[in-house]
């Protein structure tokens, strides 16, 4: 599982965004989210960059968590 995945995974879990609320901001199949959170595909940096987006309009503070956990101390070092 790579680490856009696992941010993804936790950030959902812990602000209580489901799998199809995310698919459906996103306007994609809610399978492509699955496959992201179990960890048998990583989302693209383009993707990534959605992802963000569609997390600001669900909840700001899970997109914040989000890009705090997929870059790690690069965002600090900025």
């Known amino acids: 599982m790579g680490r856009a995945s696992n941010a993804l995974k936790n950030v959902l879990e812990q602000y209580e965004i489901t799998q ?3 698919a459906k901001t996103l306007g994609i199949e ?3 989210v699955y496959r992201w959170v179990n960890g048998s595909r990583d989302p693209n ?4 960059v959605q992802i ?8 700001p503070a899970a997109a914040k968590t989000f890009v705090k956990l997929y870059l790690g101390d690069l ?4």
């Open 45 to 48: 940096s383009e993707t990534v």
């Open 52 to 59: 963000v987006q569609a997390l600001k309009t669900l909840n």
């Open 75 to 78: 965002v600090d070092e900025a």
């Open 20 to 22: 199809y609320r995310l």
């Open 30 to 32: 809610r399978t492509n």
